[in-house]
């Protein structure tokens, strides 16, 4: 028999684990708002859905947010912490916005802090 490991989170209406993704090891799987298969079902039910925060930002909510951080000199890490978010996720983010043609999507100028700047704004 293999194991394997599974990606838990804790559901925020009931407060059980949940996987990211159904199992037959865990029934109760992430099915959005951070909450699992059978809290959302129930809320959407109820009319209590809108209740519960939504876990990501609109395109336009996330590139509005990076244009302001970038302005004012934050490094990419420290955009990523600011938003919440993975370094991978911010990547990520950036990317489907430039595939979708946003012109607001550009890479962020620096990497680290610490790293000497060069005339055209870019870590050495």
């Given at each position: 028999m293999t194991t394997t490991t599974l990606a838990l989170r804790i559901c925020r209406g009931c407060d059980r684990p949940m996987t990211t993704h159904l199992t037959d090891e865990l029934p109760r799987y992430h099915r959005g708002r951070g909450l699992c298969n059978f809290c959302h079902e129930g809320a959407r039910r109820r009319g209590e859905l809108v209740d519960h925060e939504r876990l990501n930002r609109t395109r336009d909510e996330f590139l509005d947010e990076w244009q302001t951080l970038c302005s004012e000199g934050h490094t990419l890490r420290q955009i990523a912490e600011r938003l919440g978010m993975t370094v991978a996720a911010v990547d990520q983010a950036l990317n489907r916005a430039r595939t979708a043609g946003d012109r607001r999507a550009v890479p962020a100028i620096r990497t680290d802090p610490r790293?000497?700047?060069?005339?055209?704004?870019?870590a050495a």
């Amino acid at each position: 028999m293999t194991t394997t490991t599974l990606a838990l989170r804790i559901c925020r209406g009931c407060d059980r684990p949940m996987t990211t993704h159904l199992t037959d090891e865990l029934p109760r799987y992430h099915r959005g708002r951070g909450l699992c298969n059978f809290c959302h079902e129930g809320a959407r039910r109820r009319g209590e859905l809108v209740d519960h925060e939504r876990l990501n930002r609109t395109r336009d909510e996330f590139l509005d947010e990076w244009q302001t951080l970038c302005s004012e000199g934050h490094t990419l890490r420290q955009i990523a912490e600011r938003l919440g978010m993975t370094v991978a996720a911010v990547d990520q983010a950036l990317n489907r916005a430039r595939t979708a043609g946003d012109r607001r999507a550009v890479p962020a100028i620096r990497t680290d802090p610490r790293a000497p700047r060069t005339p055209r704004g870019r870590a050495a």
